[in-house]
């Protein structure tokens, strides 16, 4: 077995290494300070631009599409590594190389369902980050982990639809560089084929009707380096029934296809959370002494290193194995190791960022570290595109599958 990077791959690794440590590192505390003197928390700070356009002019830009029309052209493979360094610095890395979701999810459905006035209007903006975009499922009404619950209305009248129904964490949505939703709501409530019920629509943001009501905090934070996530009520919203991706009843293939790639970006990121995580572990256990000796002499927090760096080598091979299976055999034939890394990586990686906050002390907890607010994301990731009890269902009737 090889289990080497291609040329390109360590080519792409070195030249987004250097610019983590030339221009995102620096550019965290700076994003911090510029943001506290917006007019509105929501607002981009001028340095997360000035990133973007040096991705852009390096070349680090939509990494994450493997079409070479719109993207990079890169594998699952290929981009695994180069998502696992971005991960380092969530709040700003993906979106300096456009790669953070929920665009990257919904330049994805658009690139593979969209019809060619759709992606000349909202595809190319997204590509060229003029623009942000947000993906309304979650309801707060239902369990929306199983997605056939909801209870959104999509109806037909003549030659437009007619939406009526309210989401919540709906991410991004609180930017005011968000212009497009895409709405996923049920079309035939009452068919026969709870799978076939589910359209999904593009409803521009400032469509009458459309109610961004509030932002949703997730542990205190609102995110802002996200676009934040909304609250948001559609009242009897009206589109051109141009606005339908793909067919109608087409909503539940098309999430799924939607939250594979999603599934495995996130996991390849949370990595990267974890590297960051030891890397500061290791840090200030060399920096701190405690009852006589340096914190790096003390059992306790040489296991906690020791054992973070196995589970994080254990993830990444398995996340690396997942990536090179959506490559060969496609998504559907590696359900099983999508659905396996889904469950295995954010569980492991708040583990290990909750040790490192216990090794900070009070430091922490605070906001002179980025753990905290980093654990709050990797955290949600045990939520975000199916909770973990969902994946594991799902992967336990097919292991046993096999024996009936």
Known sequence: MDFAFDARTEEMRA??????DEYVYPAEPVAEEQRAALASPWDTPAVVEELKAEARRQGLWNLFLPDTEYGAGLTN????????????????????????????????VLAQFGDEAQKKQWLEPLLAGEIRSAFAMTEPEVASSDATNITTLIERDGDEYVITGRKWYISGAMSPDCQIFIVMGKTDPD????????????VPRDTPGVTVRRAMRVFGYEDHSHGGHAEVVFDRVRVPVTNLIGEEGGG???AQARLGPGRI???MRLIGMAERAIELMCRRAISRTAFGKPLAQQGVVQNWIADARVTVEQLRLLVLKTAWLMDTVGNRGAHTEIQAIKIATPRAVVDILDRAIQLHGAGGVSQDFPLAEVYAAARTLMLADGPDEVHQRSLARRELKKYL
Do not use: W
């Open 15 to 20: 030249k987004l290494l250097a610019f983590m």
């Open 77 to 108: 493979l290929q981009y695994a590594p180069l998502a696992e360094i971005t991960g380092r610095s969530p709040h700003l890395a993906p979106t300096a190389t456009n790669c953070a979701a929920p665009d990257t999810g919904n330049m994805e």
């Open 191 to 202: 068919g026969a084929d709870i799978r076939r019920q589910q359209s999904m629509v593009l």
């Open 252 to 254: 539940f293939a098309i």
């Open 265 to 267: 970006h996130h996991c």
